[in-house]
């Protein structure tokens, strides 16, 4: 459309009005203007006009970005009916799936699946037959989101995983000859780096064949639960985040009798848990040291906990990172 100027005006908490289009069209061009009204109720003249050009999205949101296809049984040895796909946010905070699909391959929408999101480490599987699929499989504790329609090919395809409109997060085309274990003969295709870069999905060095017959869905390749919630080191106050209140409860914790409980299993900050989890400066000890490093990493430009900065699994924590 042609360029455009608005006569209808809304008029913000903020005491600025904006004219504001009734639509806003893709590859639109549109002109804004804007003015503000003082403290007294006086309005300032219009503002120059912004032309601009409406363009669609260009990407993900951070947290969808982390999504990855881990597993894929393409050729079951028991027929269609057993294939699956497995997922997993291999990120550090919740993702919501209700934008998310499969659009190729095979096809799913999270929107009204029964997994609307994922914390950091936790697997999903979309499958083609459930009926068929929890007679196989043990699926207490795992979360199934729904069955998918289309099949996997045997001889492979690409299957794509996409946000919003279209948008691409990751995409795979697989081959049966990358592993002849995986073609029919019992076995899933997985990969075997989850956090490598997102190109390297379609490389067959990326993958291998599960462990154990019949894959591993909603598990790590080794087939074991990962123990332990995720946790960001250094955060005493289990908000998510390292910052300079979680200095200020660990020298509580040790010095000023706090009464708040200790975030994770053992009876004082240096046991179970708690030491993984506030041991910032990595010397096997919880004491003054561990929240003076933090200061200086927050302020000083030091190093960050001995951890690292991401969210990691902690035997004997609960699970903080991504929580509100």
């Known amino acids: 459309p042609a360029a455009w100027e608005s006569e209808e005006i809304a008029e913000l908490e903020s005491g600025i009005s904006i004219a504001i289009p009734p639509l ?31 363009g669609p999205p260009t990407a ?61 480490g936790e697997y999903a599987v979309v499958v083609k037959n459930r009926t068929a699929f929890e007679a196989l499989y043990d699926t207490s504790g795992m979360l199934v989101a729904g069955e998918y329609s289309g099949s996997l090919e045997n001889a492979g395809e690409l299957v794509a995983l996409t946000f919003g409109a279209n948008q691409p997060i990751l995409s795979v ?25 997102a190109q390297s999905w379609n490389d067959s060095a990326s993958w291998m064949p599960s462990q154990f017959l019949h894959g591993t869905p909603g598990l790590p390749p080794s087939g074991i639960p990962e123990q332990g919630g995720l946790q960001r080191p250094g955060d005493a106050n289990q908000d998510a985040e390292v910052d300079i209140s979680d200095a200020i409860l660990l020298l509580l914790h040790l010095f000023g009798g706090s009464h708040s409980p200790l975030p994770c299993e053992g009876s004082s900050p240096g046991e179970g848990g708690n030491l ?27 190093s960050p906990p001995f951890a690292g900065t991401g969210c990691i699994r902690i035997e004997g924590c609960p699970n903080r990172c991504g929580l509100p």
Not at 32 to 54: C, N, Q, T, Y
Not at 60 to 82: C, K, N, V, W
Not at 177 to 182: N, Q
Request: hydrophobic residues 40%.
């Open 60 to 120: 993900p949101f951070p947290a969808q970005a982390d999504l990855r296809i881990t597993e894929l049984m393409y050729h079951p040895s028991g027929g269609s009916d057993f294939e699956f796909v497995e997922i997993l946010n291999t990120g550090d905070s919740l993702l919501d799936l209700s934008l998310v699909s499969f659009t190729a391959g095979i096809e799913f929408s999270f929107a009204q699946s029964d997994v609307a999101a994922l914390f950091p």
């Open 24 to 54: 806003l069209e893709v590859g639109g061009a549109y002109r804004v203007r804007s003015r503000m009204k003082d403290s007294s109720g006086r309005w300032s003249h219009w503002s120059p006009p912004l032309e601009f050009i409406v």
């Open 276 to 302: 993984a989890l506030l041991d910032a400066s990595g010397d096997g000890a919880v004491d003054i040291t561990d929240a003076i490093h933090i200061l200086g990493f927050l302020f000083r430009g030091g």
């Open 173 to 197: 085309e697989y081959d049966d000859r990358w592993h002849p274990e995986t073609d029919g003969l019992g076995y899933s295709l997985e990969i075997a780096d989850p956090h490598a870069p």
